[in-house]
């Protein structure tokens, strides 16, 4: 009897399989597997396995929906936050990177998108819906009193349309025309 040996895949193939998984997942997680499986040309039970394996590592987490604020009686809104140069307590930062800011917000109507931490003219970049541009304030000048001291200056902007979101283009895209 003759064993088939199968052939040991490298690193670096893997790695081209795992982007051609998530090429397809950020067009829509919610896609049927056997149909990311078709696209990227993979058995149905090769993609369950890097799924999981892209799961268990960390590099996909969570997974949500992208939907029109307007619809649902809520407008985006975009602050920048630029630090000033006074040293941040380790009470702030594990305040940061807890929950306590959704907490808060979630009493103000807010509903926090993203965060992020960057590095530029800017420190720190957070967009949230919130139902009107008064809320949105509200929100900012609880931020502040939160982090009282630490702020030297920040940058409300109400995003009129998004045209892409999270890897995905708004179906709506064309209403576009209607801002230029």
């Not at 420190?123 to 000048?141: L, M, Q």
């Not at 931020?143 to 409300?156: F, H, M, S």
Request: proline content about 2%; glycine content about 4%.
């Amino acid at each position: 009897m003759e064993i088939a040996i199968m052939p040991k895949v490298s690193k670096g193939q893997i790695r081209k399989d795992e982007q051609k998984v998530l090429v397809e997942m950020r067009k829509n997680a919610k896609e049927n597997i056997n149909t990311i499986a078709k696209r990227c040309k993979f058995s149905s039970q090769k993609v369950r396995r890097i799924i999981k394996q892209l799961e268990k590592d960390n590099t996909i987490f969570g997974y949500t929906a992208i939907f029109n604020e307007e619809k649902v009686g809520l407008k985006h809104f975009i602050m920048m936050a630029k630090r000033n140069s006074n040293k941040i307590t380790e009470e702030t930062v594990n305040q940061i990177i807890s929950r306590k800011l959704e907490d808060f917000t979630a009493t103000l109507g807010i509903a926090v998108e993203s965060s992020f931490y960057v590095h530029g003219e800017y420190d720190w970049i957070i967009t949230f819906a919130a139902r009107d541009i008064i809320h949105a304030k509200e929100f900012v000048n609880a931020l502040l009193k939160l982090n009282p001291g630490i702020i030297q200056k920040i940058t409300l902007l109400e995003t009129m349309m998004f045209i892409r979101k999270q890897y995905v283009l708004n179906p709506s895209r064309s209403k576009l025309k209607e801002f230029l």
